[in-house]
């Protein structure tokens, strides 16, 4: 019987066994904190509770698949999956802004083709491949923060929150990580301009 002394790793345990119990303390457990950075994020009460949602809903389906390896670690995970699908909601939500067409002022004015040509688009596409590559061979914590900073925007604070690490540690592996990929750019050779 699960308790709200029982550690996350035990309720984990027990949920995936079949005690339905073990997933309502968990949420219970961590209710306010994980909706609370989806809520400052947001700043929208009905978004927020949906992606409330679509977070427990991705932890139930990848719990229930045996697909959970996180030993330990379930509320960094959470927040992990929690911050994922905000970026998801604001890929898919850019919004336009609205413009009237007046006398005075017509869409086509500040309408402009900034979009890069094709090779310059090829061009930069290679780089952050060969970039991508390179990330790959920093070692995991260093990469673990640099991802988390560089490709999912995500502030020191929150690295240090989903990593279970201070904020000093984490400014420390990013600025590792930093000094180790220009090692391995000078070791390659490479010139990263397009």
């Not at 604070?157 to 000093?168: A, D, L, P, Q, R």
Request: without cysteine; glycine residues 2%; aromatic residues 8%.
């Amino acid at each position: 019987m699960a308790t709200v002394n029982t550690p996350d790793a035990v309720l984990v345990k027990n949920y995936i066994a079949g005690d339905e119990n073990a997933l309502a303390v968990l949420i219970s457990r961590h209710q306010s904190k994980i909706y609370g950075f989806i809520y400052s994020k947001i700043s929208d009460r009905d978004i927020s509770d949906d992606i409330f949602q679509d977070t427990f809903i991705k932890v139930i389906k990848t719990l229930k698949s045996n697909n959970y390896n996180e030993e330990g670690k379930f509320l960094p995970w959470v927040m992990r999956i929690a911050h994922n699908l905000i970026v998801d909601h604001f890929r898919r939500n850019k919004k336009m802004p609205m413009f009237r067409e007046t006398e005075e002022f017509s869409i086509f004015s500040i309408m402009s083709d900034n979009s890069p040509n094709i090779e310059s688009q090829i061009i930069t596409t290679q780089v952050e491949d060969d970039v991508k590559k390179l990330i790959l061979e920093l070692p995991k914590d260093q990469r673990e923060v640099l991802e988390m900073r560089i490709y999912q925007d995500m502030s020191f604070k929150e690295i240090s929150e989903v990593t279970g690490v201070s904020i000093n540690t984490a400014l420390g592996r990013m600025r590792y990580a930093l000094m180790n990929l220009r090692k391995v750019i000078d070791k390659h050779q490479i010139i990263l301009t397009n």
